[in-house]
């Protein structure tokens, strides 16, 4: 079989890693009582391709899915997906109609947005209550006023709340006294709901980070994203899970060539050669998405070895350290992938670049190319 002309740069995408960690999270959360997951999709799966995520993640046994948009949400129907489905960022003018129609479950923050919702007739509603995080849900002095309207909305059968949820600020800090605190004003939230007359089908709290790390905070549902792509939710505190990460960005070098011991490289001479060296171009720059601040931090592999990033990033192409080697146009480069091969991985970029791996693989895209594979299917398949 002749080999196609290998793009110049791509993310890979191993959806047998996306259904491992899946299944990895259903056997971490499944205890004596019964939790669902929810795998977050959101931001076109963290940058992972948001429909194909989605069936991975539903045939190793997601539960549900869950994103920011309703548009989000209506792109996963249109692409044919039809289990449990929430969307919980709304904005003025959204389409609540649109979601309900689709059977998309959506967050109501206020008792306007309920009103609202209300309108469109027969919507299942879940309601978001701010426990800490001070950015979306009902602040703490409204939940009273919206539990009652909720409650009149749904025994007038104009609307179903199905869940209660609120998000935490600081899950991957184990030890934050904000964990503790917002648990304990979630369950406070619950018990006023209950007096209220509402029984949600589903009360979640935790996203990766706690539903690895906190047990109590699982309640009825996980919502996970960046452990369902392999990548760890908690650097530094959490345990040992087996997670795989999804993601390998690869390119192709484009040249090769000797540099004399003080030569500057790259834009404003940010890095000057000590010796006479090597150095290579590598495709990819901040128009991929590939952050400026790699600059003299980050590493990449090539063939087998990782090489410092020599100077600035450019929007269309980086340099590599080739340390004196002159690997001919074509070579692999991995900017980051599993880790498998020695490869630097989005938790290193990130480190490198002082972010969080979130941030390293939801941002990569612009002009690279993206394919999904299936390592199950095709062993390697990810590293051609
Ligand atoms: C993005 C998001 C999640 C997923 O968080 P991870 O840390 O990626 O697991 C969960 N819940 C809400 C509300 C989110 O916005």
Known sequence: MSDPVPPRAEIVVDLAAVRHNVR???????????????????ADGYGHGMVEVAAAARAAGADWLGVATIDEALALRAAGDRGPLLCWLSAP???????????????????????????????????????GLSRGGAPRRLWHDLFAVASDLEREGRITVTGIWSHLAASDEPDHPANDAQEEAFRDALALAASAGLEPGVRHLANS??????????FDLVRCGIAAYGLDPAPGASPPLGL??????????????????????SYGHTWRADEDTTVGLVPAGYGEGVPRAAGNTAEAWVDGVRRPIRGRVCMDQLVV????????PGTEVVLFGPGDL??????????AVDTINYEIVTRIGGRLSRRHVDSDVTPGGHAR
């Open 321 to 328: 350290d080739l340390g004196g080697e002159l690997p001919p």
């Open 93 to 131: 003018g959204d389409d609540f109609a649109a979601a309900v129609a689709a059977d998309v479950e959506v967050t109501a923050y206020s008792e306007e947005e309920l009103e609202e919702i209300a309108a469109v007739g027969g919507a299942r509603v879940q309601l978001k209550v701010d426990t």
């Open 244 to 265: 795989r990460p999804a993601m390998t960005v690869r390119a192709r070098l484009v040249m090769s060539k000797e540099i004399a011991a003080g030569d500057g490289v």
């Open 24 to 42: 990895v999270l259903k056997d971490v959360v499944a205890g004596a009582a019964p939790v669902q997951l929810m795998v977050v999709v959101k």
């Open 342 to 351: 020695g490869e630097p991985t989005a938790q290193d970029w990130a480190e």
């Open 209 to 218: 980070a706690a539903a690895v790390l906190r047990p109590s905070a699982r």
